[in-house]
């Protein structure tokens, strides 16, 4: 399978904007999707945004023209840049990679990266 590491997060103010990045290591040639997922205190892990490796991708609607999901197969990296950032952007935002290894899917998981947006 593969292991990822976020990078990037942290406090920013309402209107302001962050980058996430997310580096891939192990059997990365196996990876179809990447995407993240964020998830605020109280609620359930819901998806942001998602990217295939032939560059296709998918946004909730509730970042829809405020986030762009970029990937780079080569490094096996993904990055998710966030603008005009909303009180309501605050959760711990998850790297999310999926693939098939050995005729087997499986989905793997970041550790996570806190982003708090102030009002």
């Known amino acids: 399978q593969v292991q990822l590491v976020e990078s990037g997060g942290g406090l920013e103010q309402a209107g302001g904007s962050l980058r996430l990045s997310c580096a891939a290591s192990?059997?990365?040639?196996?990876?179809?999707?990447m995407g993240w997922y964020r998830q605020a205190p109280g609620k359930q892990r819901e998806l942001v945004a998602t990217?295939?490796?032939?560059?296709?991708?998918n946004y909730a609607d509730s970042v829809k023209g405020r986030c762009t999901i970029s990937r780079d197969n080569a490094k096996s990296t993904v990055a998710l840049q966030m603008n005009s950032l909303k009180p309501e952007d605050t959760a711990v935002y998850y790297c999310?990679?999926?693939?098939?290894?050995?005729?087997?899917?499986?989905?793997?998981w970041g550790q996570g990266t806190q982003v708090t947006v102030s009002s």
């Open positions: 999310n990679a999926e693939g098939k290894l050995f005729g087997n899917s499986y989905r793997s």
């Open positions: 192990g059997s990365t040639f196996s990876i179809y999707v």
């Open positions: 990217i295939t490796s032939d560059g296709s991708t």
